[in-house]
Every structure is written in C-alpha cells, then in structure tokens.
C-alpha cells in the first residue's frame, strides 16, 4: 500500500513550466531549429525540429506519426526554420519522411526510439546544426512551445544523466518542444559550436525524456560531413 501510494503520489500532475524565451539577439545562432507544422481537417499542430542537413530535419517520430503509428501524409507537414514572430529564415514543403525502424510495436510508441528524419522538398539556405558524440551536462534545450510558438525558447544550463536507453533532463518542457534538439557545446571556448545529441520526447512537468541520437540516424547522414566525432 505505502509503494502504492508512492506511485500515486508520483503520477499527479505538477504545475507546468517552461522554457524562458530566447533573447531575440541571439535567435541569429539557431536558425536551423524551426516549427515543424501539421495541417489536417480543422487541426493544426506543431512540434520543433532541426535542420541537420540542407534537406534534413531531425524531429521526434510521435510529431509525424502520432503515439499510435498512424502516419500524417507529408503533404500536411510543413518546416518553417528560424521562425521568430512572423518571420523566418526559410522554409519548405515535406517531401516524405522516415521514423525509426523500432519506434512502433503493435500501434504504440516505444519512446526509446522516437526519433524521425525528414526530407524536405528543398534544400534550405541555412546552415545545418551537426551532430555530436559527448552526452554530458551542460545540455541545452531549444524549441518552441504551446505558450509561446511564435519565438525560441531555451535553457542553456540543464543538468541530466542517462535513464537506460535514454537522457533524462531536470529542465521541463512543454508540448510543441517535442522533436527539438537536445545540444551540447563541445568544446571549453564560448564560441565552441553547438552539436545536437538528443531530441526531445516527453516530460512530466519536473523532468523531461530525450531520445539519444543513434547508429540508425547516423547511418543516413554523410560520413564526416554532418557527425562530429
């Protein structure tokens, strides 16, 4: 009964947070992170996403596909990079896209794999966010969120550790920051680059769950071009 009530204790929600907007002299930085938008009969919605490569965006596999594997057609999904109250640095229709191989099972999302490249009509003028290798605090979290879609929001102080198979974070997030980059600066300079080793998937309003960037992402990307060892 007492382990009971613990559980219990643990599954009632907790007042929601989220990220601090960014700066609008620093959004110039990440322009490569952008909505990922979906349109359907009288719905709209929006996750995060990041551009990897001039026609690639890195996002989470539940923003396209939803949490029981049903596919949004690409036509319906639409990237818009950098955007910042009403403008934007570019954009492009989708021309088709991938989720992990092991995301769904049965119709229900494993979060361990939700992870999602898409192939964008076009490559953007942009330069692409790389991808990097170490996994350790400082993490940052930027993305756009229900209570505020209209301009970046981050936090560039997370602590975390890995959870099993994935990060788990101490900053919260909120919905819409699904499928935004969980990046880390590789290097002690302050002008050492950002590199993107995670994406975002849940939270619980006291934590948040990022999915690892993996062999099956790192697969599909030119070798040394995009990955950082």
């Known amino acids: 009964m007492?382990?009971?009530l613990a559980l219990l204790l643990l599954a009632q929600p907790a007042a929601a947070q989220d990220l601090p907007p960014l700066?609008?002299?620093?959004?110039?930085?990440?322009?490569?992170?952008?909505?990922?938008?979906?349109?359907?009969?009288?719905?709209?919605?929006?996750?995060s996403g990041t551009l990897i490569a001039p026609a690639l965006v890195l996002t989470a596999a539940h923003c396209v596909a939803g949490p029981e594997g049903d596919p949004v057609r690409p036509e319906r999904l639409h990237f818009v990079a950098g955007w910042f109250g009403g403008s934007y640095a570019d954009h492009a229709d989708v021309a088709s896209y991938e989720v992990h191989p092991d995301a769904y099972e049965d119709h229900r999302l494993d979060i361990e794999h939700d992870l999602?490249?898409?192939t964008l009509a076009r490559p953007l003028d942009i330069a692409p966010l790389t991808l990097g290798s170490i996994s350790a605090p400082p993490f940052a979290l930027v993305g756009y969120h229900d209570l505020r879609p209209?301009?970046?929001?981050?936090?560039?102080?997370?602590?975390?550790?890995?959870?099993?198979?994935?990060?788990?974070l101490d900053c919260p997030v909120r919905p819409g920051n699904s499928g935004g980059p969980v990046m880390v600066r590789e290097g002690d300079a302050a002008e050492a680059p950002w590199r993107v080793i995670g994406v975002v998937?849940?939270?619980?309003?006291?934590?948040?769950l990022a999915v690892p960037v993996d062999e099956w992402l790192r697969a599909r990307l030119t070798r040394g071009a995009l990955y950082t060892p």
């Open 201 to 208: 998937s849940a939270t619980n309003a006291r934590s948040s």
């Open 150 to 168: 209209n301009r970046l929001s981050a936090r560039f102080d997370c602590d975390g550790a890995r959870d099993h198979a994935l990060l788990r």
């Open 116 to 118: 999602a490249l898409i």
């Open 23 to 47: 700066p609008p002299e620093d959004h110039a930085q990440f322009t490569a992170i952008g909505r990922v938008n979906t349109r359907g009969y009288n719905r709209r919605g929006m996750c």
């Open 2 to 4: 007492r382990l009971l």
